[in-house]
Structures are given as structure tokens and as C-alpha cells.
């Protein structure tokens, strides 16, 4: 929830800001602004509650801390050049796959009632999945919208 309220609400004061200072609507910077801090905001929690991002990886998966890391790491950097107008495109499109690979750390994160911040099991629980996986999608359609097309 705390992501989608970030995207917002930065969307909102990025599009006053862009009407205020370029004299119309740039909705897709804002768009990009937007996404752009709502990856700083969500890579802060892969350095923060590395031990609960840790649970929520697969099992299957080894270096389960370097994989917070590098996927930590991968948000500043997508956060960049959702920015940068030459690496635009690209960095959308690589992001939504990010968006979809990272899913199932979500769903194992509600399956197993993980808290991400604690890594204890008294997380929100499935019912969870029933906002989270829209979610997903939702930031992925944001991305193309503000980004791709």
C-alpha cells in the first residue's frame, strides 16, 4: 500500500509542480517522476529489512541476500533511466519485466504470511494477493503508459 500511496502522491505534486513551471500537463514526466520515486522508496526497503526481503525470496533461489541486494541496487538504478530520456524506453521495458519476475517473492511473501520488514511470519496473509497482484500490473501499465507509448 505504502508504494501506491508514494506513486500518487508524487504523481499529483509532480503534475501541479510540471503546470506550474512549464504552463501544461506533462503527464507522462510525471508519470516517470512518480515511478521514479516510488523505486527509490521501495529499494530503501531492500537495504532496511534485508532479513524480511530475504524470506521473501524463493526457496529455489541461493544468495538470497545478494539477490535483495542486486534487485535493491536495480531499483536506483531503474529509477534512473525511467529518467533519462535516451534510456527511456528501455529501462520501461526491462522494469516491466523486473515487475513480473519479482511476483512471485509477493506471493510467497502472502502464501507464507511473511513480514517483509521483520521476516516473521505475522505478515498481512493471502487476502493480500487479492490487492497485491492488481498492484503489480497496475505499476506495470504505469510504466508503459508513462513510458513507452
Known sequence: MKPLIVLVGTFVVSTLILKVFKRNLHLQLAGRIAMSCMLVFT???HFAFMQGMEAMVPSFIPFKKAVVLIT???EVLFAI?????QYQKQTACLLIAFFILILPANIKAALEEINYQTGEMNGPGIHYLWFRVPLQFFFMLWVYFASIR
Open 43 to 45: 529499494a530503501i526497503g
Open 72 to 74: 535493491g541496487i536495480m
Open 81 to 85: 533511466g525511467i529518467l533519462l530520456p
